[in-house]
């Protein structure tokens, strides 16, 4: 019988992927951990290996076909003995939702999250025909032949869509093929029927945008030929749906603290200074950041009624201060995660948050290392801005936000004095972590701060 190949899911918040590449052809054949092809998700680029063995008797998808839903059908294989060209005209079914667990790894790199391959048994399933083609502005009736831009050029073209071969994935309508029928002198949509005169224009007030407005609604608030369109890639759209998420279903409280900084930048400067080297190189070279990811650990460890995530049923109460940070790589953000934080050394943080920043702008983290966490930081200090409050990220209940170290006056004992000061606004999902408990969990953290040599002991 035939053997579906479909799309895996390659993290639990994964909902469509990229087929960027193909490494198998039809007639080809493969075996148990074979790659068959490479998937990009928000995060990172997989590849996703065979559980079976047999012939490539179809590849669905076509490479490079963005948001390919999790579990559709993406190739069919051939089982040993069976005729390939059977196989390809009666697998391909709607997959069933019991999958199979399959490895997959990232790309250029050693190891695992897993995906899935179903098998499914040989029925024929008649494809649904493709809508029928509409004319020119008919929007509602036309969603999934054409795309919004392409619908609104060939209107203000005069092309009838019914007219157009669309070039875009499945044959979807897109720009290019509108601008193609426009140089060709493409078929016009039929002139409307004549009507009664319209009354004299009057000036009207733009449009308001309404919540959940179309792409189209949009676009009218703008002068034509005023901008650009760029498609969203696949981690803008996560981040997009998982920020809203958070900001619709976490009550964000904020707490502010100023911590004085002068001993910490001593201490770092001493002991880097001190640090051992290798090959007439460093062994470690501490940031602040690593010693502000090591501060929120211990913290976490010292209040640990505030190092916990919430469920409808539950609270999780984590035994670990697990550290997410994050790292702003080209088209968005990711936060590799610095596991037992509290129990690690300044240098090995310092070495990890080095070697995972530099995987996470190839886009080379593993899912494990960049998925879960108990609590997250992010440092925008080094682009100068003073303090902000970021957005927790579930299933975290806490985020502490850093700005920028800087030198202010202060008043000691009476005294106007000129120290290094730092501004920090730890977010709380108030359902877990209230006032008073967000407000002991920053007091830990300003305490290791201004007294760094208690990170040492």
């Known amino acids: 019988m035939p053997i579906n190949i479909t799309m895996p899911a390659l993290s639990p918040t994964m909902e469509e992927g990229n087929l960027s590449k193909w490494l198998v052809k039809e007639g080809d054949k493969v075996k148990s951990g074979d790659v068959l092809a490479e998937i990009e998700t928000d995060k990172a680029t997989m590849e996703v290996e065979s559980v079976d063995e ?53 790309e250029a790199a050693a190891a695992a999250a897993p995906v899935t391959e179903t098998k499914s048994e040989a029925v024929a399933t008649p494809q649904p025909a493709p809508p029928a083609a509409t004319a020119v502005g008919d929007d509602d009736s036309y969603p999934l032949a054409a795309s919004p831009l392409a619908r609104r050029l060939a209107k203000e073209a005069g092309i009838d869509l019914k007219t157009v071969a669309g070039s875009g994935p499945h044959g979807r309508v897109i720009k290019r093929d509108i601008e193609a029928t426009v140089a ?122 505030a190092n916990v995530s919430w469920t409808e049923t539950n609270m999780v109460k984590h035994k670990h201060a697990d550290v997410g940070v994050a790292v702003s790589i080209p088209g968005g953000l990711i936060t590799p995660i610095i596991r037992h934080a509290e129990e690690k050394t300044l240098s090995a943080i310092s070495n990890e948050m080095k070697d995972l920043g530099r995987r996470a702008k190839d886009r080379k983290l593993k899912p494990e290392e960049f998925q879960g966490g108990t609590t997250s930081v992010s440092n925008m200090g080094m682009m100068g801005v003073k303090n902000f409050a970021a957005v927790i990220n579930p299933p975290h209940a806490t985020i502490l936000a850093v700005g920028a170290g800087e030198e202010r006056v202060i008043v000691k004992n009476g005294e106007m004095k000129i120290a290094n000061v730092m501004s920090v606004t730890l977010s709380t999902d108030h359902r877990c972590v209230d006032g008073a408990l967000g407000a002991e969990l920053l007091g830990a953290f300003k305490r290791y701060i201004e007294n760094p040599l208690g990170m040492l002991v």
């Not at 012939?55 to 839903?69: D, N, Q, R």
């Not at 990811?293 to 010292?302: E, F, N, S, T």
């Open 54 to 106: 047999g012939v490539v008797a179809k590849l669905v998808v076509a490479a490079g076909t963005e948001g390919v839903k999790v579990n559709a059908v993406i190739a069919i294989l051939a089982a040993e003995g069976e005729d390939v060209g059977a196989a390809a005209s009666s697998g391909g079914g709607a997959a069933p939702a019991k999958t199979e667990a399959a490895p997959a790894k990232v």
């Open 184 to 305: 060709g002198g493409g078929a016009k949509a039929p002139a409307p029927a004549a009507s009664a005169p319209a009354p004299a224009a009057t000036a009207a007030p733009a449009p308001a945008l309404a919540k959940g407005a179309s792409e189209e609604a949009v676009l009218k608030l703008f002068e034509p030929g005023s901008y650009d369109l760029v498609p969203h890639d696949g981690m803008r759209k996560i981040i997009a749906k998982r920020l809203v998420e958070s900001k619709q279903t976490i009550p964000h409280f904020y707490v502010t603290v100023d911590c004085e900084i002068d001993a910490l930048l001593a201490l770092r400067a001493q002991l880097n200074d001190a640090a051992p080297r290798k090959d007439s190189a460093a062994t470690y070279k501490l940031s602040v950041n690593d010693m502000i990811i090591k501060a929120m650990a211990l913290a976490l460890r010292d209040v640990p009624d």
